[in-house]
């Protein structure tokens, strides 16, 4: 049976629905099982806004902060781990009334410091910011593992600011790649063996409206449209980034799921997949689901990929919490379709 994976939100009223969709519709093909990020929290790392705009260790000008001369810069608590606590407690509970099964772990995602200084920070203090918050940050993750067993859970670290930077969508306040690898890598020494570390290369999802990783419309007909105004040429940054971080991540990479694009449809798009360098015990999962073309879709998406990389396990290019309720029966539908489907579990 071809895996699945989940990056986070799913377009749910509550936690308790998103282990009911996932045990009902999706296992056993996925098993690192989100809650779904419901209510504020699906506004991702926009959660994180007033530890930046609101702190009186920063200065804040035009709605950006920056570091103020001669003080240093101090963060709050960063709460991840107090939610993830009260949504394990439900996910112990689907698992043992046999809605989730035996094997399944609790996906936490969290987006990394880079991506909250991108969200919030002037270009000259990021990386200054950056440092502080990430001090912050591990306190939260630490707090984590106090309250949820390691053995029963999956970390994931999401990348889109990382994954944009390197496609030159944005200036990188680091001297180069390779310290936007070793700062990454950081984090990952966090997380304990017992638990799996994840990494989320995201470029945001291309059928929505504009983000900031999407580019900003080149014309009005461009805004009227909208989606995204700049699209990946083809595989090379999403390369670049796991093997960047195969280098430098020194415990085991569990999974890193790469978000693609609907539009990749040449071997030109997938060639460069044939360049991926990270350990064998490293599962990938590719985006090539799309709730607008659905498995056929997947499928021809995966034909092609799949002369490049042996094998892989599929997914939807971002989460599923912007997808209409149409939209999401529609990718779970294929879901269910791809995990029978004879030609795509042996890509």
Wanted: glycine share 6%.
């Amino acid at each position: 049976m071809t895996s699945f994976y989940l990056t986070g939100s799913i377009n749910v009223p509550d936690v308790d629905a998103a282990y009911s969709l996932v045990g009902t519709h999706l296992q056993p093909a996925v098993l690192r099982v989100p809650d779904g990020e419901p209510g504020d929290r699906a506004n991702w790392v926009l959660t994180q806004r007033a530890l930046f705009l609101e702190n009186p260790t920063l200065d804040v000008v035009d709605d950006r902060a920056r570091v103020k001369p001669g003080v240093a810069v101090e963060f709050g608590e960063v709460d991840y781990h107090s939610t993830a606590a009260a949504s394990y407690e439900k996910f112990v509970k689907a698992r043992e009334k046999g809605i989730l099964v035996p094997e399944s772990r609790f996906l936490v995602s969290i987006p990394t410091p880079f991506n909250a200084v991108n969200s919030f920070v002037e270009f000259d203090s990021q990386v200054e910011v950056a440092l502080a918050y990430e001090r912050a940050l591990r306190a939260s993750v630490e707090k984590l593992f106090t309250l949820i067993p390691a053995i029963d859970l999956a970390v994931q670290w999401d990348l889109p600011t990382e994954l944009a930077t390197v496609e030159g969508w944005f200036p990188n306040p680091y001297a180069g790649h390779e310290a936007i690898f070793a700062a990454t890598a950081r984090l990952a020494s966090w997380i304990p063996d017992d638990a799996e570390l994840t990494f989320h290369l995201c470029y945001g999802d291309s059928k929505f409206g504009a983000s900031p990783f999407m580019g900003d419309p080149p014309d009005a007909e461009a805004a009227a449209r909208g989606g995204r105004h700049i699209l990946p040429r083809d595989a090379s940054a999403i390369v670049t980034v796991a093997n960047g971080l195969s280098r430098h991540v020194n415990r085991p990479i569990d999974a890193i799921h790469a978000a693609t694009v609907a539009a990749w449809n040449r071997r030109a798009h997938w060639q460069p997949l044939q360049n991926l360098a990270v350990e064998p015990s490293t599962e990938i999962f590719l985006g090539l689901l799309h709730a607008e073309d659905g498995a056929e879709g997947a499928r021809e998406r995966a034909s092609i990929a799949s002369e490049f990389l042996p094998g892989f396990g599929i997914s939807t290019e971002c989460g599923l919490g912007r997808h209409s309720h149409a939209q999401l029966d529609a990718v779970v539908t294929a879901y269910r379709e791809l995990a029978e489907s004879r030609e795509l579990a042996s890509a």
